[in-house]
């Protein structure tokens, strides 16, 4: 980055992912929480653009499609290849940013061309392709169509009645389910600059999901060898040329950033930490009374599951996100209740695994004694469980729980599997998991692979303490940035790599004996400090990075690009001509 001159920003910002108006995972927080900024920096001049996958009977609940002015008019008018359709609106998040989502389902029968012609151009291998990675491909091409043609109407800027043409655009891709889209803009759209973020790298995942140690030989891993002994050859290769051919490459965390560079052979530009939103935190009042509603529920299905009467003295422990039974650290926090059973902690612990898997439904004897509203003596079978599942005898979390004794019920220290998304209609809480985390004295997130760690950001978010790793990039930017310790930040980081599994139970589980033996005083303390904490990680203050990998970006391309076409310039029947070159026959080429 040139110091010396200003910072160059996107007059037009196309923003593509899978979880956009798809909420999915993290990167869903992302995207969301990102937007208001955006909107507040520059209203309207973002595009997110996801994948339409919903239908009338299954609509959206995150997107509404409405009139926005000029992209209307372009999805109504737009003569688009392969069948590709566009819905324009707002993504009903705080900020209300524009959205486009777009089918994608004529592209697969062209699949084998353009195959063939992202290896010819890019050296992208999808031979030994399975699963989701046509499904992300036709996505991420059919993105790079759609952001050519609003390009070629002439969208920009809003003046008056027209619009001011461009001159600054930048494509944003993120991860490996986006990589072709951004390849197509490269190799059609060159006048556009092109970010690619990876959130989490496939093969790392998959290292450390095949229970490979991925810390110790990160520097002697070679990315493509690896790829082709876990069967990840297709989504490698195409997160790998993504990475190199961007002009901007990013990830989220220092630890990502050196994953990147051994797996993908690529040093990213500059690191792109993932902000929060606080908009949905309540407080004053607001956030008593939600703690209160959360804390009787979550007392209540622990009674009704134990027979135990809890009363407010109890201490509830959560860790939730991803059910990724070691990269989650599932098994760690086991371990951890299984050693709080060895101590003398004043007061009984409720520890919840919050974690989807393969559910089947509510459990009928727990929902009736929840719904009679009376008090048992005795437990329920399996008391460790809200849900039934299709796979009991497969679930790492219930064997683990099994095999650990905790089906037996212990006054002292109770473990329950929430194995389900905590949406409202779970049939068990019917709470959000928003709604549910105020409820909790304490939450661990004991990554052991955790490129940036939004569960522990938003504990934290709600005053909650946490406990996270120094393999979580959130662990490592609170080490940067506090002093480790509850009291200066409501957050412990606990040191953890490939070999001290042991001692790292050892440190969380006396972490949580401290919490539970902090008075009222400390306690109160220690959750202002963990909402000071989520107060500094607030994307008001962490926008500028991205505004520094765009700054790259336009820089790379700003001497060498085409200049986009007007709308002036260019008649209706031939808006699908960008550069000379016509988007039908190129299009039927790849």
């Known amino acids: 980055m040139e110091n010396q001159h200003a910072t160059l920003r996107p007059d037009l910002l196309f923003e593509v992912s899978w979880e956009v108006c798809n909420k999915i995972g993290g990167i869903y927080t992302v995207l969301s929480t990102k937007a208001k900024t955006l909107q507040k920096l520059s209203k309207d001049t973002t595009i997110f653009i996801g994948p339409d996958v919903w239908s009338s009977e299954n609509p959206s609940p995150w997107f509404e499609e409405t ?10 008018n737009a003569s688009l290849p392969y069948g590709i359709k ?11 940013p524009i959205a486009v989502l777009i089918t994608f389902d004529g592209l697969y029968a062209d699949k084998d061309s353009f195959y063939g012609e992202m290896w010819s151009r890019f050296g992208v291998d999808s031979l030994h392709a399975y699963g989701d990675y046509d499904e992300g491909c036709a996505f991420g091409r059919a993105s790079g169509i759609v952001i050519g043609s609003i390009l070629a109407s002439g969208y920009g800027k809003p003046v008056g009645r027209g619009f001011r043409k461009p001159e600054n655009v930048v494509a944003h891709f993120d991860e490996w389910t986006t990589g072709m889209g951004l390849l197509y803009v490269k190799a059609y759209l060159p006048e556009v600059a092109t970010v690619f973020t990876t959130h989490a790298t496939s093969i790392g995942r998959s290292i450390c999901g095949n229970n490979k140690p991925l810390y110790d030989y990160l520097h002697a891993y070679n990315g493509d060898q690896m790829a082709r002994e876990l069967n990840m050859e297709a989504k490698h290769s195409l997160e790998k040329a993504a990475a190199h051919n961007a002009d901007a490459f990013t990830t989220v965390s220092d630890v990502t950033a050196l994953e990147c560079e051994c797996l993908l052979e690529r040093k990213p530009d500059t690191v792109t930490p993932n902000g929060f939103e606080k908009n949905f935190v309540p407080s004053g009042a607001a956030f008593r009374t939600a703690r209160e509603a959360a ?15 809890y009363d407010d003295s109890a201490f509830v422990v959560i860790t939730s996100g991803r059910c990724e039974y070691r990269n989650k650290g599932l098994d760690l926090f086991i371990d951890v209740a299984a050693r709080l059973r060895e101590k003398s902690l004043g007061r009984p612990v409720i520890a919840y695994i919050m974690v989807p898997a393969w559910v089947r439904e509510p459990r009928t004897d727990l929902s009736a004694r929840l719904a009679s509203g009376s008090s048992f003596e005795s437990p329920l079978y399996e008391p460790v469980i809200t849900h039934a599942l299709n796979n009991p005898d497969y679930d790492p979390v219930i064997c683990r729980l099994r095999g650990t004794g905790f089906c037996n019920v212990d006054p002292k220290i109770t473990v329950i599997y929430v194995p389900c998304y905590l949406n409202g209609t779970d049939g068990i809480f019917n709470m959000p998991y928003y709604d549910l985390l105020p409820g909790a004295d304490a939450t661990v997130f004991a990554s052991y692979y955790e490129p940036w760690g939004y569960t522990p950001l938003e504990s934290v978010a709600f005053g909650v303490p946490t406990v996270t790793t120094t393999l979580a990039g959130f662990g490592q930017w609170v080490l940067s940035a506090f002093e480790n310790s509850f009291d200066e930040c409501g957050v412990n980081v606990i040191g953890r790599g490939d070999n001290n599994y042991h001692e790292v139970v050892d440190h969380i589980a006396s972490s949580i004996e401290f919490l539970v033996g902090c008075d009222a005083k400390e306690t109160a303390h220690i959750h202002k400090a963990a909402m000071a904490t989520a107060d500094a990680a607030a994307w008001s203050e962490f926008i500028r990075y991205y505004d520094e990998a765009y700054d790259i970006a336009l820089r790379k391309v700003k001497k060498s690009a085409a200049p986009i076409a007007s709308a002036k310039k260019i008649k209706k029947p031939e808006l699908r001509k960008i550069n000379g070159l016509s988007l039908s026959k190129t299009e039927n080429k790849l």
Do not use: D, H, M, Q
């Open 67 to 76: 009139e926005v002015k000029g992209l209307t008019e372009w999805a109504a």
């Open 86 to 96: 566009a819905r324009v609106g707002r993504w009903t998040i705080p900020g209300n």
């Open 295 to 309: 804390r009787a529920r979550l007392l209540e299905v622990a009674s009704a599951l134990t027979g135990v009467r």
